[in-house]
């Protein structure tokens, strides 16, 4: 095959759909969701707002003739009352909802406040315009006079009525706006633990260094060179999971997978020492998965890859009065706290893992880091009750 041909076939392959490993109800971009989300108001431009405006129409024309029932005497007047009642009915609801959705981008940059007064003034407008084209079209179509003082008393009472249908309809909107955004606000932040751990497993630091090591250690030992693949098979088929609450012993399982990969490039100079409690206690203890890993991945890439001195990592797991308390720690020289420190404070942050770990255990749960001369210390703190007390 020449290479004309060949590269012919590499754009095209290029130019195919890519899937992703994101998840597919997760992909809509924010921008859409907000401009859906900021005005919540069905329109005339889709099936389903079509349908609920026909809907609309339909209750409160059937609903008005039958207040009306006892003023009519023969099925003429009733079929008259019906007819005044839908054209009156659908003639407000095409005036104002045509009117706010040809208004819905100007609309939508207003406040709450300033959204309820456009909407009762569109409504309050479009009533009488309503009831004189509905007057007009009676007497076009059925040929029947409607009387001014008739007219007047009832496109008074619809003034009066309208006021507290549209709140009625602005109150179901608010609700549903509030709904939106709060999934939104879910959605984001599902976004953003979704790209944490993409970052953490596949940024171009640990990928290109796994890569190295493997190359390294299929050219001088296939055993380890096996070890290690079976390691990263493990790590990314658990960390690719959605975020979810998982048994503290399973994310210590993910933990050994990462440290495996680690430990085949740092050799003797990483060491971590486990303090934990007994298995079945593991076992009742929860955790988001892939936090602890993250913030053992955090303290070997700002303490273990900026020091040549063998460092170790105390990874200390407490359960004490509902309370877990996990603290990472490791001892650093004082010639190297200014080095730590500068790096520290520039990219050691935890304000994404706070906002996942405290979604899961409320406002209470924290995490924070502590350095002085003699060691850098990272503690997770977050309620969690007896499992076994609950049960």
């Given amino acids: 095959m020449g290479s004309a041909t060949k590269a012919a076939n590499w754009r095209q392959y290029l130019s195919k759909p890519r899937a992703s490993i994101a998840k597919p109800d997760h992909t809509l971009p924010l921008s859409d969701i907000r401009a859906d989300n900021r005005l919540f108001f069905p329109t005339l431009n889709s099936h389903s707002g079509r349908f609920f405006w026909l809907g609309v129409v339909i209750f409160f024309s059937f609903y008005e003739t039958a207040t009306l029932l006892h003023f009519i005497d023969d099925w003429q007047q009733l079929g008259v009352q019906l007819f005044r009642a839908i054209s009156t009915t659908g003639l407000i609801v095409l005036f104002s909802v045509g009117y706010l959705s040809s208004i819905a981008p100007q609309l939508a940059q207003k406040t709450r406040p300033q959204m309820f007064w456009c909407v009762m003034i569109t409504v309050m407008v479009a009533v009488p315009l309503a009831d004189l084209v509905a007057a007009g079209l009676q007497w076009l179509i059925l040929g029947t006079d409607t009387d001014v003082v008739v007219w007047l008393s009832r496109t008074f009472i619809d003034l009066l009525i309208a006021p507290a249908v549209a709140m009625l309809f602005f109150y179901h909107f608010n609700y549903q706006y509030t709904k939106n955004c709060r999934h939104q606000q879910q959605l984001e932040q599902r976004l953003i633990e979704q790209n944490e751990q993409l970052k953490a497993r596949i940024s171009p630091h640990f990928f290109f260094n796994m890569l190295n090591t493997m190359q390294y250690l299929i050219e001088t030992d296939r055993t380890a060179a096996e070890a290690l693949i079976r390691s990263i098979s493990s790590l990314y088929r658990m960390s690719f999971d959605e975020v979810r609450e998982v048994a503290l012993i399973d994310e210590i399982e993910i933990c050994q997978h990462y440290l495996n990969i680690e430990q085949y490039r740092f050799g003797e100079k990483l060491i971590v020492h486990w303090l934990m409690p007994d298995e079945d206690t593991l076992y009742d203890m929860v955790i988001p998965s892939l936090m602890l890993q993250m913030l053992l991945e955090k303290m070997i890439n700002f303490v273990v890859e900026m020091l040549d001195d063998t460092v170790t990592i105390w990874v200390a797991i407490k359960w004490q009065n509902d309370w877990v308390d996990i603290e990472l720690s490791c001892v650093i020289q004082p010639i190297n706290y200014d080095t730590i420190q500068n790096h520290a404070q520039r990219y050691l942050n935890f304000s994404e893992q706070t ?32 499992v076994s007390i609950l049960m």
């Fill in 355 to 386: 906002r996942t770990l405290q979604r899961y255990f409320g406002d209470q749960a924290s995490i924070g880091y502590q350095l002085d001369h003699t060691q850098i210390l990272i503690d997770l703190h977050y309620p969690l009750n007896d």
